[in-house]
């Protein structure tokens, strides 16, 4: 029996925002549940579905909609790791739970606007983030490793959940030296840092980051600088940690203090160390697995939301001659 359904929505920004670019979101919808999926005006009907699609499309629209509403902007990504989730619920399940993508939000005080994972593997790196002291997150380029991290550590500073929050990252360099470079050591390591920031000022106003950084609740630390701290009461987010050796790797992780969070991200196919030093990252993730306390997240492919091209370019390298051992392993975990 074909049962059809018509929503009204509240306007047509409303709609604009559930339909997504060119209207995505249906099409994704439309691949779902089967059946034909229209919007006119401030309406979308669906129709050509049996009673549990047409119950499962009320349940998915009014989702987007409380996400449109809070103020992201759904992507085809978004709709297909919320249809995933689900799948497989009971009609009385999906009335009573929330929706787990909508917990992962991330509220940032006097941001720009809420974060929301667009990837149930990016909800759970969210989740493991906000349950565990220590996280790892591995995964390639434009997943969203370190905008994540960035986003949840702003949400426990500004919140005054953290009393500050430290940057750090391995420093590789590339034919020229550090000692060589202008300035003191905050405008040495700059460089090194500024997908950090790049990742603060996409979520906060810039102004609101320099009286940070100038009242010291933000720090920037070069990795070799930190033998010897003891970190307490802050979030602290290590990035590109595939460039760490072992030894800075254990060091690391050995600051964490009382009442502090750590993160650790990296993707284990672009390891810039020289040949024959093993990465603190891979060798921390084989002798760790075990650790009750510590989340490990995984990211693929699947899950780049940077830009479309994106997954088209690391799957042609992925599937190159020369790839590395490591990116062979890392795409069949």
């Given at each position: 029996?074909?049962?059809?359904?018509?929503?009204?929505?509240?306007?047509?920004?409303?709609?604009?925002?559930?339909?997504?670019?060119?209207?995505?979101?249906?099409?994704?919808?439309?691949?779902?549940?089967?059946?034909?999926?229209?919007?006119?005006?401030?309406?979308?009907?669906?129709?050509?579905?049996?009673?549990?699609?047409?119950?499962?499309?009320?349940?998915?629209?009014?989702?987007?909609?409380?996400?449109?509403?809070?103020?992201?902007?759904?992507?085809?990504?978004?709709?297909?790791?919320?249809?995933?989730?689900?799948?497989?619920?009971?009609?009385?399940?999906?009335?009573?739970?929330?929706?787990?993508?909508?917990?992962?939000?991330?509220?940032?005080?006097?941001?720009?606007?809420?974060?929301?994972?667009?990837?149930?593997?990016?909800?759970?790196?969210?989740?493991?983030?906000?349950?565990?002291?220590?996280?790892?997150?591995?995964?390639?380029?434009?997943?969203?490793?370190?905008?994540?991290?960035?986003?949840?550590?702003?949400?426990?500073?500004?919140?005054?959940?953290?009393?500050?929050?430290?940057?750090?990252?391995?420093?590789?360099?590339?034919?020229?030296?550090?000692?060589?470079?202008?300035?003191?050591?905050?405008?040495?390591?700059?460089?090194?840092?500024?997908?950090?920031?790049?990742?603060?000022?996409?979520?906060?106003?810039?102004?609101?980051?320099?009286?940070?950084?100038?009242?010291?609740v933000i720090e920037i630390?070069?990795?070799?600088?930190?033998?010897?701290r003891s970190l307490n009461?802050?979030?602290?987010?290590?990035?590109?940690?595939?460039?760490?050796?072992?030894?800075?790797?254990?060091?690391?992780?050995?600051?964490?203090?009382?009442?502090?969070?750590?993160?650790?991200?990296?993707?284990?196919?672009?390891?810039?160390?020289?040949?024959?030093?093993?990465?603190?990252?891979?060798?921390?993730?084989?002798?760790?697995?075990?650790?009750?306390?510590?989340?490990?997240?995984?990211?693929?492919?699947?899950?780049?939301?940077?830009?479309?091209?994106?997954?088209?370019?690391?799957?042609?390298?992925?599937?190159?001659?020369?790839?590395?051992?490591?990116?062979?392993?890392?795409?069949?975990?």
């Amino acid at each position: 029996m074909d049962d059809s359904i018509t929503i009204v929505l509240d306007s047509r920004d409303l709609l604009s925002g559930v339909c997504g670019a060119n209207d995505g979101n249906l099409k994704v919808l439309e691949g779902q549940l089967g059946g034909h999926i229209a919007a006119r005006g401030n309406e979308i009907r669906f129709q050509g579905g049996d009673k549990t699609a047409s119950r499962r499309f009320r349940s998915m629209i009014d989702s987007l909609v409380a996400a449109v509403k809070e103020g992201e902007l759904p992507s085809p990504e978004y709709v297909r790791a919320l249809a995933g989730i689900r799948e497989n619920g009971s009609a009385a399940a999906e009335e009573k739970a929330r929706d787990p993508m909508r917990e992962a939000l991330i509220h940032i005080p006097h941001g720009f606007r809420n974060v929301f994972p667009r990837s149930k593997n990016q909800a759970e790196y969210i989740k493991g983030m906000r349950s565990h002291d220590i996280s790892f997150c591995v995964g390639p380029a434009g997943t969203g490793k370190t905008y994540l991290a960035i986003a949840e550590a702003l949400n426990l500073v500004l919140s005054k959940t953290m009393r500050k929050l430290v940057l750090t990252r391995p420093v590789v360099e590339a034919g020229e030296s550090l000692g060589f470079l202008p300035g003191d050591l905050a405008q040495k390591i700059n460089p090194y840092l500024r997908p950090l920031y790049d990742a603060m000022e996409a979520l906060v106003p810039y102004e609101m980051i320099r009286r940070m950084e100038e009242d010291r609740v933000i720090e920037i630390a070069p990795l070799a600088y930190m033998r010897g701290r003891s970190l307490n009461d802050c979030m602290i987010i290590l990035d590109e940690a595939q460039n760490t050796t072992k030894e800075q790797m254990k060091m690391f992780l050995t600051r964490i203090g009382e009442r502090a969070r750590a993160v650790i991200t990296g993707d284990v196919t672009q390891i810039d160390l020289p040949r024959r030093v093993d990465s603190g990252l891979v060798h921390a993730l084989s002798i760790l697995k075990g650790v009750d306390g510590i989340h490990f997240a995984w990211l693929h492919t699947a899950d780049v939301v940077r830009h479309p091209l994106i997954k088209k370019i690391i799957q042609a390298y992925n599937a190159a001659p020369e790839q590395a051992q490591t990116g062979d392993a890392y795409e069949k975990t």
